[in-house]
């Protein structure tokens, strides 16, 4: 089984509509991360979670929203989804070790179409 | 603030042949830098990662990387390429607390 699972792999939407992409770990990782892919742009943070109580928003913030549910799983939300929304998004996991940084583990992305 | 740079967004080596792609990254103090890969429809996989020490790093699938703070680079070499090898790599530099930089890719294509 995959150490970071991501649902739904593929979703198609209409603009206005409320969408959740989940993410789910059995990495025992306590950070967990949203980011999305866009041609050319490369990865953007959306937002980032140490732990449970501690959420924080990443360089792309507006127009989502996350909630860190359990250790485990780590939900993003589009409350009124717009087409220029449409990307690949990823969820990522990482130790919380002493390092400054340690190495991010990926889900395989939810693709992401908003018509 | 950080960034990086993959000033080649799409290369084409024939299988067999050498590779190396270029990476340079901004940062005021020893920062830490990776590599990723993406195979189509996959997440990114590390490929290797430089936090200190010897500035040649060994990593998996035959890639290596070699750090050069005097030219700011990080780039990525294999000897022989393998049609395996056609995917999205990624460069990404981790400076501030937490704070992950990706460059915006290299696409590698691999002909016969």
């Known amino acids: 089984d995959a150490d970071v699972t991501q649902t739904p792999r593929n979703r198609i939407t209409k603009t206005g509509k409320r969408i959740m992409l989940e993410c789910s770990q059995t990495k025992g990782h306590d950070r967990m991360y949203w980011y999305r892919q866009d041609p050319g742009l490369g990865l953007r943070l959306i937002y980032y979670s140490f732990d449970v109580k501690d959420i924080n928003k990443g360089e792309i913030s507006d127009g989502y929203s996350v909630s860190r549910q359990a250790q485990a799983k780590f939900s993003l939300s589009l409350e009124s989804a717009i087409p220029n929304q449409t990307a690949l998004y990823f969820c990522a996991t990482s130790e919380n070790r002493d390092r400054v940084y340690n190495e991010q583990f990926f889900g395989p992305g939810t693709r992401l179409t908003v018509l | 603030a950080q960034s990086v740079t993959q000033p080649d967004i799409h290369i084409t080596v024939s299988e067999g042949a050498s590779l190396e792609l270029r990476c340079n990254y901004s940062?005021?103090?020893?920062?830490?830098l990776f590599w990723y890969v993406q195979s189509p429809g996959q997440g990114l996989q590390l490929l290797l990662k430089y936090f200190s020490g010897d500035t040649l790093v060994q990593g998996i699938k035959g890639f290596e990387a070699e750090f050069k703070r005097s030219q700011s680079s990080f780039n990525l070499r294999k000897p022989s390429v393998h049609w395996s090898d056609a995917a999205e790599y990624f460069c990404?530099?981790?400076?501030?607390?937490?704070?992950?930089?990706f460059g915006i890719g290299t696409k590698l294509q691999v002909i016969p």
């Open positions: 990404a530099v981790a400076g501030g607390y937490q704070k992950v930089t």
């Open positions: 940062y005021g103090a020893t920062p830490y």
